[in-house]
């Protein structure tokens, strides 16, 4: 392998000198050091740095400063800013800046950009619309290769990007085609420019499709960018893979978050504020802390059983937890495979034939684990579980089978159920699933311990 070429740091001894050697180096890692500075020093980096630098920097998503930096620099120099920017990248800094403050910067451009961010920002979040960008190259269809040449140069540096080159009707206005730049710079002078266009439909996205599916289209057709149409046909702006790879990581993030018990947060999390860390997370605990009492009343009920045989009461975290986990990780499996399309509402009774066959074998697995190491504990002299041990240890094994097997069926069911309602599966979080096996673990357990003990310890 040959030696890895290194890039080198910026010099940030002097924020005031940074801007002047700004473009020696990548606007990566012109971001990952202001996401290290403080607001003031990022107003003062931007506020004095050529203005097409500023523009790409802004551009990025991982620019945490963006909408501070946008409300803190004059009118005029952010108006400029803004009107130099990706249209889709305004419509996302202009939804978190608040009010006045984002009626004044929007008044401060002109007209056909502040139609297009006004188009953008009236889209659903997580849709197509709202992370389109309407920036694109469009010619009419009766264009030839040598007219279309001409026109990109003429229009390159308005362009965010210019993956492919978008045939229109000449009369109607309507997407015909798609034309990839690749085929383009290839082609005959003369050709004209439909003949490069492959014999099967443009592949399109509607506006209001969610942008899950339009990225299982640019992963499925390995597209660059992806038309969105309106009803019409027309389009209204494209979809990049650069973009959409943004919006998924931000969707896993949400998702993650959500499976782990909290409500969805869009900070970097050293930039949340203690208020909204209490407020994101405390809902979510204070409903499973309700949830929990259910586990509480669970056990009250079989409190006599708890007298006679306190024994059992030093298996109730092992056995739950394993229902728990067990649901657990169905949950996680299930809920990915409906995002992946693998599965679908229909396939819920395959999946309870794969699930419950899978609880019964991995419950047996950490049964027969649990009765040796209750057996190693009594022979070995380590613990002494009364005479009975032997009928205690097979309890603990059948319970483990039942309540591991209920967490598979559980835990794999919840989220069709609550797709099948409307809510995002994710909202099956893995806290959720567990609070919901304890409580049916505790039945499963003391009955099991009941057939199994009446008559001698019980």
């Not at 005029?76 to 608040?98: F, H, K, T």
């Not at 362009?159 to 997407?175: C, G, H, N, Q």
């Not at 909202?427 to 001698?456: C, E, K, Q, R």
Request: net charge negative; glycine share 6%.
């Amino acid at each position: 392998m040959g030696e890895r070429v290194k890039q080198d740091p910026i010099d940030t001894a002097s924020i005031a000198a940074a801007p002047t050697a700004i473009g020696t180096h990548h606007v990566a890692d012109v971001v990952e050091l202001l996401n290290r500075k403080t607001l003031a020093e990022t107003v003062q980096f931007i506020g004095t740095m050529p203005q097409e630098w500023a523009v790409e920097l802004l551009d990025q998503p991982d620019f945490i400063w963006a909408c501070e930096v946008l409300e803190e620099l004059p009118p005029e120099r952010a108006n400029a800013l803004l009107e130099q920017m990706s249209s889709d990248r305004v419509a996302d800094i202009l939804r978190w800046i608040e009010e006045p403050k984002r009626s004044q910067l929007k008044d401060g451009l002109n007209a056909e950009t502040r139609t297009a961010i006004d188009q953008l920002l009236n889209y659903p979040h997580n849709s197509a619309g709202s992370i389109m960008t309407t920036e694109f190259v469009s010619v009419p269809a009766n264009w030839t290769v040598q007219q279309t040449l001409t026109h990109l140069r003429e229009v390159e540096s308005s362009r965010e990007t210019i993956y492919a080159i978008f045939l229109l009707d000449p009369v109607s206005k309507r997407l015909v085609n798609v034309v990839k730049l690749r085929a383009l710079i290839t082609a005959e002078p003369q050709a004209p420019i439909l003949s490069l266009a492959p014999a099967y439909p443009a592949i399109t996205a509607n506006a209001l499709a969610d942008r899950e599916d339009v990225a299982r289209l640019i992963a499925k057709y390995d597209l660059l960018a992806i038309p969105v149409v309106d009803t019409t046909g027309h389009i209204i702006g494209i979809c990049t893979f650069d973009d959409m790879i943004d919006a998924m990581i931000d969707e896993q993030t949400e998702d993650v978050q959500r499976m782990g018990g909290m409500e969805h947060i869009d900070e970097p999390y050293l930039q949340i504020s203690f208020s909204q860390m209490i407020k994101k997370r405390g809902g979510w605990l204070c409903v499973l802390f309700l949830s929990e009492m259910l586990t509480t009343s669970a056990m009250q009920v079989f409190s006599d059983e708890l007298e006679k045989a306190i024994v059992l009461a030093l298996f109730i975290p092992l056995v739950m937890s394993s229902g728990g986990n067990s649901g657990s990780q169905a949950t996680s499996l299930i809920i990915r495979a409906l995002a992946l399309h693998q599965v679908k509402l229909g396939d819920w009774y395959k999946v309870v034939i794969r699930e419950l066959p899978t609880g019964i074998v991995l419950g047996s697995i950490l049964g027969v684990i649990g009765i040796l190491r209750i057996a190693i504990w009594q022979e070995f002299g380590i613990f002494d579980y009364g005479e009975h041990w032997m009928l205690l240890s097979v309890t603990i094994g059948v319970a483990l089978i039942g309540i591991v097997t209920f967490g598979s069926l559980s835990g794999s069911m919840l989220p069709f159920i609550l797709k099948r309602v409307g809510f995002d599966p994710a909202s099956a979080s893995a806290p959720f699933v567990a609070t919901l096996v304890d409580v049916t673990g505790i039945v499963i357990y003391f009955s099991v311990a009941w057939l199994f003990l009446h008559g001698t310890i019980l």
